[in-house]
């Protein structure tokens, strides 16, 4: 069975900098590709690696020159992980690996997909050879960087970020707004894309400044080969008022400007919404009775990303002063999925295309979407920090988990997990508590699990002579804070007991 809690966690292989063109990988006199198995590792695709690897021990009396040749010498445990696969995980991989994609394909409101994976609107998808290079390494389409017929001027910097413990982005910060290029260069960019790559989508996106233009953007889109058409209602980074977020935080403008553009185009048209709003839906349902025929979301979350103690400037500060920008990256995505849960939950908005994006790295933070009700898939953050090579992963790991259930295609899982999410806690179970069970061989004696229960839970883990964890059945209430603060995952949930009714 794909197992989702890792056999090789991140940090047991936090000095490897994923590089470009690995060194490491150059040097492999077996040509197994060292660093390729390590990137799938890191995105979760550690039984893809395993089963990529030769019959045999491929590092067999191989004095580890992968190892010597990394641009960390010695840090990087690379022969470790190449046998943790073999030996840890490969005799549990039982979903064959396949070349076959077909189980990838989808729709995209009529437009067929190799895959549900698109580059979502933003500096990832804004020129012809960006485009070109990703539709070559497997993507299925890219939603292009906005469209508009305004002056644009970076800042500089305009990027800024909150790293993990691993040194990767967890948070990322942007004050970029829209395509810099002119309205007639971006038309000949999707001429040049749909004449180069028929079989991939071309998603326009486009920001109007009124309702003509609104119009007249999706209609010049339509006319130079863009496949469909995303109206961006969400961008929170525009100087001018009345643009980007401010337009989808008022369901009557949303309504509006898509009926401009349903009216000028016979293409699909999506509206992309933002998350700076309480509900989605109210958003939503202007966009449906405009005419959309689909909705993208999340775009970014307006935020502010430090504050330094000695000038005073939150990040990324330019000359003297920063401002409010828009968040992303995996930080976002339980945000994301909420958002995406509640628009499929809607009875109004049944039978629309939910194209969805916030924190996707992983292929299982794209099921994840998915199995809340998303057809298709954006990415930006991800491919800004690792590139378009993660495409691998994403396919390879999403194709196996869809051939290990039995699925045919992506739509057979979409929405599963809707069922099971309420909107509220009210609805849950309250009689049974879940307690912990402590692994004694896999346990450390940190203690961790001693000191959390103490100062932030219930007091009911006492420490014993081995310094090992001993639970308090009278005083646990099965809150779990032990197994997630866990450094070692040496606990997990165990036997349930009925709570004892209060007098």
Known sequence: MIRTDPMIPRSDMIRCVLCGDPPCSAACPRGIDPAGLL?????????????????????????????????????VPIRELISRLRTQVKPEAETPVTKNEDRLKCDFLGVPLENPFLLSS????????????????????????????????????????????????????????????????????????????????????????????????????????????????????????GL??????????????????????????????????????????????????????????????????????????????????????????????????????????????????????TWQDALEFILLGAQSLQVTTAVMQYGYRIIDDLKEGLSMYLTEKGFSSVGEAAGLGLDTLSAT????????????RFDREKCIGCLRCVVSCMDGGHQAIRVDENRRPVLNGKKCVGCHLCILVCPQRAISPGNKRVRPIRN
């Open 122 to 241: 933003s500096v990832v998808a804004s020129t012809y050879d960006m485009c070109a290079r990703a539709f070559d390494l497997g993507w299925a389409g890219a939603c292009y960087k906005t469209v508009c017929s305004l002056d644009i001027h970076e800042a500089s910097p305009r990027f800024s970020a909150i790293s993990g413990d691993s040194g990767g982005i967890i948070g990322f910060k942007n004050i970029e707004q829209l395509s810099d290029h002119s309205v007639a260069e971006n038309m000949e960019t999707f001429r040049r894309l749909k004449k180069a790559y028929p079989g991939k989508l071309i998603l326009a996106s486009v920001m109007g400044q009124d309702e003509k233009e609104w119009g007249l953007l999706a209609r010049m889109c339509e006319d130079n080969g863009a496949d469909a058409v995303e109206l961006n209602f969400s961008c929170p980074n525009m100087s001018e008022g």
């Open 39 to 75: 990137r799938s590792v890191w995105f979760r695709n550690e039984q893809g690696a395993a089963l990529r690897l030769p019959d045999g021990d491929p590092c067999a009396g191989c004095a580890a020159s992968c190892e010597g040749a990394c641009v960390r010498p010695g840090q």
């Open 244 to 361: 980007g977020s401010d337009i989808g935080q008022v369901p009557e403008l949303v309504e509006r400007f898509t009926a401009s553009a349903k009216r000028s185009c016979s293409i699909p048209v999506l509206a992309k919404l933002t998350p700076n709003v309480k509900l989605m839906a109210p958003a939503a349902e202007a966009a449906q009775r405009g005419g959309a025929d689909g909705i993208a979301a999340i775009n970014t979350i307006k935020s502010i990303i430090g504050v330094n103690p000695h000038t005073y400037i939150s990040s990324p500060a330019v000359h003297g002063r920063s401002a409010v920008g828009g968040y992303s990256g995996n930080a976002v995505k339980p945000i994301a999925l909420r958002f995406i849960a509640e628009l499929a939950a809607d009875p109004v908005l049944s039978g629309m295309h939910l194209s969805a994006m916030g924190g996707i790295e």
């Open 425 to 436: 806690t009210d609805a849950l179970e309250r009689d049974t508590v879940v307690f912990p």
